[in-house]
């Protein structure tokens, strides 16, 4: 018939930038003394720390308590306060409040259209919220568990990709 259309494959999904940080952040929510994730979950632009400042901070870490336990106790910085919260929230309000909170917050959702005018940003964002939702209503599934999957084979499949050649 003619008419345009976009096909929105959910090939690669689980591999967007934006899945991927709301992962990390959900895993971070169950589990903030995971150093490996804790610290990916810094790096992302909704949290905002550079390579820099989390090895400054690293660097000052004493004893075996996780970096986050660190942090919490010895570091009042803005972005670490808003995290503490997020994990109030969670014990408080439970997972849904506390994802949305972060989207909006964080910027994640609000700036999505202005870095990705065609909507898909914004698009995944909600169909990834849905997918959440069904693992958490079926109760023959586990939430983490489903997310350290897509966690862990999205890695996998990055850490197989080669670099980008040279122009």
Same mark, same amino acid.
């Given at each position: 018939?003619?008419?345009?259309?976009?096909?929105?494959?959910?090939? %690669?999904?689980?591999? $967007?930038?934006?899945?991927? @940080?709301?992962?990390?952040? &959900? $895993? +971070?929510?169950?589990?903030?003394?995971?150093?490996?994730?804790?610290?990916?979950?810094?790096?992302?632009?909704?949290?905002? +720390?550079? @390579?820099?400042?989390?090895?400054?901070? $690293?660097?000052?870490?004493?004893? $075996?308590?996780?970096?986050?336990?660190? *942090?919490?106790?010895?570091?009042?910085?803005?972005? +670490?306060?808003?995290?503490?919260?997020?994990? /109030?929230?969670?014990?408080?309000?439970?997972?849904? !409040?506390? *994802?949305?909170?972060? *989207? +909006?917050?964080?910027?994640?959702?609000?700036?999505?259209?202005?870095?990705?005018?065609?909507?898909?940003?914004?698009?995944?964002?909600?169909?990834?919220? %849905?997918?959440? @939702?069904? &693992?958490?209503?079926? !109760?023959?599934?586990?939430? *983490?568990? !489903?997310?350290?999957?897509?966690?862990?084979? #999205? =890695?996998? /499949? =990055? /850490?197989? /990709?080669?670099? #980008?050649?040279?122009?």
């Amino acid at each position: 018939t003619n008419i345009p259309y976009y096909y929105h494959s959910g090939g %690669n999904f689980f591999h $967007k930038r934006e899945i991927l @940080d709301i992962l990390i952040f &959900i $895993k +971070f929510l169950f589990n903030p003394h995971d150093d490996v994730n804790f610290i990916g979950l810094l790096r992302t632009p909704w949290v905002g +720390f550079s @390579d820099s400042e989390i090895q400054n901070f $690293k660097s000052h870490q004493r004893g $075996k308590n996780s970096f986050f336990t660190y *942090l919490y106790t010895a570091n009042s910085e803005i972005r +670490f306060v808003q995290l503490f919260n997020y994990l /109030e929230d969670f014990s408080k309000k439970g997972l849904a !409040e506390t *994802l949305l909170k972060f *989207l +909006f917050s964080s910027g994640l959702l609000v700036t999505s259209f202005h870095t990705d005018p065609s909507g898909q940003t914004e698009s995944n964002i909600w169909k990834f919220l %849905n997918w959440v @939702d069904e &693992i958490v209503n079926d !109760e023959s599934k586990d939430l *983490l568990f !489903e997310i350290s999957q897509v966690l862990d084979s #999205s =890695m996998d /499949e =990055m /850490e197989l /990709e080669s670099e #980008s050649s040279a122009l």
